[in-house]
Nanobody, 122 residues
């Protein structure tokens, strides 16, 4: 069964840093596109960053230069290094996998973690 387990969230002061981790199981991780999304109260979920199997990355304009997405295929884990955090970064951060669960699957499906809270406040 597919599992995406986020960790690393918490409370941090403006200007501080956090590193989020997402450990994946039940997917063909090496060929999956992994991503981080976030959702603040009363707002829609938005893309933060993605990283493809060839290490191509994509970032929301609001986080470019501050956040870095990376992956460790040996650990089936994707990371989000967040620096220079701002109060507007406060949200629940969700790990996403666009992936196959079997080698013979024709299509990728989207899977989501449970989310981890990031709060940026003094």
């Amino acid at each position: 069964q597919v599992q995406l387990v986020e960790s690393g969230g918490g409370l941090v002061q403006p200007g501080g840093s956090l590193r989020l981790s997402c450990a994946a199981s039940g997917i063909i991780f090496n060929f999956a596109t992994m991503g981080w999304y976030r959702q603040a109260p009363g707002e829609q979920r938005e893309l933060v960053a993605t990283i493809a199997s060839d290490l191509t990355t994509d970032y929301a304009d609001s986080v470019k230069g501050r956040f870095t997405i990376s992956r460790d295929n040996a650990k089936n884990t994707v990371y989000l290094q967040m620096n220079s955090l701002r109060p507007e970064d406060t949200a629940v951060y969700y790990c996403n996998a666009r992936a196959r669960t079997r080698w013979f699957d024709r299509n990728d499906n989207d899977y989501w973690g449970q989310g981890t809270q990031v709060t940026v406040s003094s």
